[in-house]
């Protein structure tokens, strides 16, 4: 598959208190995400910056979007070298620094990928496949900082 893909989505901010924006304070960070077809996704910024913890806020969103790339595209590799895949888990981390200046930029991203095979003598290709996967995923090729992968391969028999 090649091309030029394109996605759209429709982003509200729902945190007018009747004042607007008339002072840092006075208005909430909420913001309901849609993509017709999709159900809404409740945000607003992470906490230390004013937001709701009880809502998804950008960082865990791409966080999220690495973690599930490189799943997705982990899943392809091991599909083209053979390697079956019954289990897939992720326990991912990123560090954000900010620069004191009311900005900042992640630094690094982790991913802990627990995965389970089929059988022992594809552990190898399993282990091998994560590299494939960071080169195929669109959204680590997309940022300016370094996705680690850190991945345990277990196999099925030895799993329980």
Not at 44 to 66: I, K, M, T, V, Y
Not at 72 to 80: E, G, T
Not at 98 to 125: C, K, N, Q, W, Y
Request: charged share 20%.
């Amino acid at each position: 598959m090649s091309g030029e893909h394109r996605y759209a989505l429709r982003t509200t901010w729902t945190g007018d208190r009747g004042t607007g924006t008339t002072g840092y304070r006075d208005y909430d960070r909420s913001v309901m995400i849609e993509v017709d077809g999709k159900p809404q996704l409740l945000a607003s910024a992470d906490r230390p910056f004013r937001g709701d913890p009880a809502r998804w806020n950008p960082e865990d969103l791409l966080l999220a979007s690495l973690s599930e790339c490189h799943l997705l595209s982990y899943l392809y590799a091991c599909v083209k070298t053979g390697v079956v895949v019954v289990a897939y888990e992720d326990e991912a981390s990123a560090v954000m620094q900010e620069d004191g200046h009311g900005g900042g930029a992640f630094t690094e991203v982790v991913l802990r990928p627990r995965v389970t095979i089929a059988e022992e003598s594809m552990t190898d290709a399993a282990t091998a496949a994560h590299a494939e996967a960071n080169a195929l995923c669109f959204i680590a090729n997309s940022v300016n900082f370094p996705v680690r992968h850190e991945p345990t391969i277990l196999v099925a028999s030895s799993a329980n």
